[in-house]
């Protein structure tokens, strides 16, 4: 019970028991507003946006033929503008396909599954940005990124998995 209580602390609680529980976190956010799983998106897409800082500017640095200022904005273009139109796309495929299954899966409830997966990897995503930015490429980077890749497979299907329905 206190380990309920806890859970429903608040965002960064939450964060971090979905890479423990991830199916039980997506459950007890299930009743969400578009608005707030908006939200959540583009929390998500802001914290992207800020691990990249570090990799953009030590390419800066490497190279200055592309300004920090440049690289930033290209990403602000790709993270803010785009990629919460890919995340909706995907979103949606996946509640179509869905029908192809015995497990019906709403379109709510895949961008629920979808969206609270990429704020639920924020923390592996900050890791990797401050990682290319200080190390550069290796296999540290390559290391990070696979944790957050990973992660974000078993973040996303558990989800997917707690909210889905038999047909």
């Given at each position: ?119 639920a990897i924020s923390p592996a995503m900050l890791l990797s940005g401050l990682v290319e930015g200080l190390i550069g490429p ?30």
């Amino acid at each position: 019970m206190a380990d309920k209580a806890r859970i429903s602390a608040g965002i960064a609680p939450r964060v971090l028991a979905s890479w423990r529980r991830p199916g039980q976190v997506v459950r007890e956010l299930s009743p969400m507003s578009e608005g707030a799983m908006l939200a959540v998106l583009m929390g998500a897409m802001l914290v992207f946006l800020i691990a990249q800082a570090p990799g953009h500017a030590r390419a800066a640095a490497l190279d200055p033929a592309v300004p920090m200022a440049g690289r930033m904005a290209g990403a602000l273009t790709a993270v803010l503008l785009m990629m919460p139109l890919v995340a909706y796309a995907v979103a949606s495929l996946v509640a179509f396909a869905s029908r192809l299954t015995p497990w019906r899966l709403e379109g709510e409830d895949s961008r629920l599954a979808l969206f609270w997966a990429l704020l639920a990897i924020s923390p592996a995503m900050l890791l990797s940005g401050l990682v290319e930015g200080l190390i550069g490429p290796g296999a540290p980077l390559s290391l990070t990124r696979l944790v957050a890749g990973l992660g974000f497979l078993f973040i996303w299907g558990a989800g997917l998995r707690a909210l889905s329905r038999p047909a």
